[in-house]
């Protein structure tokens, strides 16, 4: 990466971790779910976050400083969160989670089997929309860590016209962000019942975004 273009990126980073702190420090947040995550967290458990890619919006400046592995698409529409999570003090990891390459997939092993946590996005970076891949539940299964599945709403919705109809809130809105029940996953699944297992998480997380979207009506 030439000069001038690391300077790009790098004012790129500073500039968009400002905006989304006045962004996100204009609007009233409302936590639920957090307790059942703070027990695991206590009691040492590693974890997993689930986060469909219409709904990170918020995730860099919600889980900020607290050295968090995010799996950020390597592609350079990647870039930008990364620049921005790399300030927040995120341990960023350019990867996918639809492909197990190997120096990535033993990034998240060790840092799990560590007892610490990573953030993946399970239709990312280009979906289909909310079509849950493997690569998260693979993870739980061969770490014993815990999928934590988490979302936002607001009160003022704006829905961006992309495949993910990708959420923000406007400034001054009320926003709820909502951690989901952790699921365990058992290590002896494969084939049909991993299948099911897929479909059932992807459920849990859609049902969560609907929760999230009425909380506020």
């Given at each position: 990466?030439?000069f ?7 004012l790129?980073g500073?500039?968009?971790?400002l905006?989304l ?5 204009s609007a009233?947040i409302?936590i639920i779910g957090?307790e059942?995550?703070k027990e695991?967290?206590d ?16 995730v ?12 950020i698409s390597p592609s350079?529409?990647?870039e ?8 927040w003090g995120?341990?960023n990891?350019r990867g996918s989670?639809?492909?197990a390459?190997?120096r990535?997939w033993n990034?998240?092993?060790n840092?799990?089997k560590?007892?610490?946590?990573v953030?993946i996005?399970?239709?990312?970076p280009?979906g289909?929309?909310r079509?849950?891949?493997l690569g998260?539940?693979?993870?739980a299964q ?6 934590v599945?988490?979302t936002?709403?607001t ?10 109809k990708?959420l923000i809130f ?6 709820v ?9 058992d ?10 297992e897929?479909q059932k998480i992807e459920?849990?997380?859609t049902e ?8 506020y009506g």
């Amino acid at each position: 990466m030439s000069f001038f273009r690391k300077l790009r990126w790098n004012l790129i980073g500073i500039l968009g971790k400002l905006a989304l702190w006045i962004w996100a420090k204009s609007a009233r947040i409302k936590i639920i779910g957090e307790e059942r995550y703070k027990e695991l967290r206590d009691s040492g458990k590693a974890v997993v976050f689930l986060v469909w890619h219409g709904r990170i919006f918020i995730v860099p400046y919600f889980f900020r400083k607290r050295g968090i592995m995010p799996l950020i698409s390597p592609s350079q529409d990647g870039e930008i969160p990364a620049q921005i999570m790399s300030r927040w003090g995120y341990r960023n990891i350019r990867g996918s989670s639809s492909h197990a390459v190997i120096r990535v997939w033993n990034r998240m092993k060790n840092e799990l089997k560590k007892g610490g946590e990573v953030i993946i996005v399970p239709d990312g970076p280009r979906g289909p929309d909310r079509e849950m891949k493997l690569g998260g539940i693979k993870l739980a299964q061969e770490t014993g860590a815990v999928l934590v599945p988490f979302t936002f709403s607001t009160s003022r919705k704006k829905f961006l016209k992309s495949w993910d109809k990708f959420l923000i809130f406007y400034p001054f809105s009320k926003v709820v962000a909502v951690y989901g029940s952790p699921m365990n996953v058992d290590p002896a699944l494969k084939d049909d019942g991993l299948e099911k297992e897929r479909q059932k998480i992807e459920r849990v997380l859609t049902e969560l975004d609907e929760k999230a979207d009425r909380f506020y009506g």
